[in-house]
């Protein structure tokens, strides 16, 4: 499918370039503090513009001072405008997930698999050693999406590349408080996995409230404000919260509630992962 007068041998290296930022970065960042409840308002994190037709967060990997958290090398916001898109480019021994936010992302990779991913819809690629894919915007009104990668574990790397994708009526979720948590990765969620934490995604109703699920021992929290205004409470810490902000938390964080504005509801995506915070000796 083309797309207007593009060079694929452009989008190759643009690929390469953030690849590369994830592959060669630290693995803890040096940045990360101790405490057991952190707030990053959105504006820590890098803003991407390579081209006119595409605009990223990078909270996590790719210039981001959060280099890498575990085996996840990044996860952004990707606005993609209409008419436009990824063209055919290569990945390996990565676990991809793409969560649509907004309108309708083409997806078409070697392995056959092929269609529409939704708003509400995620879609999981495994490269295995190899596979090549375009993520294209087919439509007239743009695209946003979460994006993540994570470095397929060691045992799973020999698996031929597969892809699979779900609807929002076939994840599972659960009303806490005002809020519903639909469970992405694990938690009763079909979509499978080859690596290692865990994924929700949370709307908060319009003036509404919920409780924050703390991570459980051995695993730290990254969560990430996908849309709309609110607040957090944390004992006597009560940061605003905005879209693209992030809050890090510990198995020892207190009790956290999280509230969304009057006229808006709040959504956000809570990755549970293996340990990433620092400890006080």
């Not at 959105?42 to 803003?47: K, V």
């Not at 596979?131 to 946003?144: K, S, V, Y």
């Amino acid at each position: 499918m083309e797309l207007g007068h593009r060079k694929a041998g452009f989008y190759k290296l643009i690929y390469w370039l953030v690849r590369e930022s994830m592959y060669n970065t630290m693995v803890q960042p040096d940045f990360i503090r101790t405490a057991a409840f952190q707030h990053y308002p959105a504006a820590t994190f890098p803003t991407v513009n390579p081209v006119h037709w595409l605009h990223s967060h990078f909270a996590v990997g790719g210039w981001s001072p959060l280099s890498r958290l575990s085996g996840m090398l990044t996860a952004h916001m990707t606005s993609i405008a209409p008419r436009n898109g990824f063209t055919w480019h290569p990945h390996r021994g990565l676990e991809i997930y793409t969560w649509v936010l907004d309108g309708t992302v083409y997806h078409e990779d070697t392995t056959g698999g092929k269609g529409e991913i939704r708003a509400g819809e995620l879609q999981r690629m495994f490269s295995g050693d190899w596979i090549e894919h375009q993520e294209l915007n087919l439509t007239d009104e743009p695209a946003r999406v979460i994006q993540i990668w994570y470095a397929a574990d060691p045992e799973y790397r020999g698996l031929e590349p597969h892809y699979q994708q779900l609807t929002a009526d076939e994840l599972p979720s659960e009303r806490i408080g005002d809020a519903t948590v639909s469970k992405l990765i694990r938690n009763g969620s079909p979509m499978e996995h080859h690596m290692n934490g865990r994924l929700t995604a949370t709307i908060v109703d319009a003036g509404g409230s919920t409780e924050l699920e703390a991570p459980q021992p051995g695993e730290d929290l990254f969560l990430y404000i996908t849309d709309g205004q609110g607040r957090a409470t944390h004992g006597d810490e009560t940061p605003a919260l905005d879209i693209y902000d992030v809050i890090l938390a510990t198995p020892q964080v207190e009790a956290v509630s999280i509230s969304a504005s009057p006229d808006k509801s709040l959504q956000y995506m809570c990755y549970y992962l293996p340990s990433f915070i620092p400890t006080l000796n």
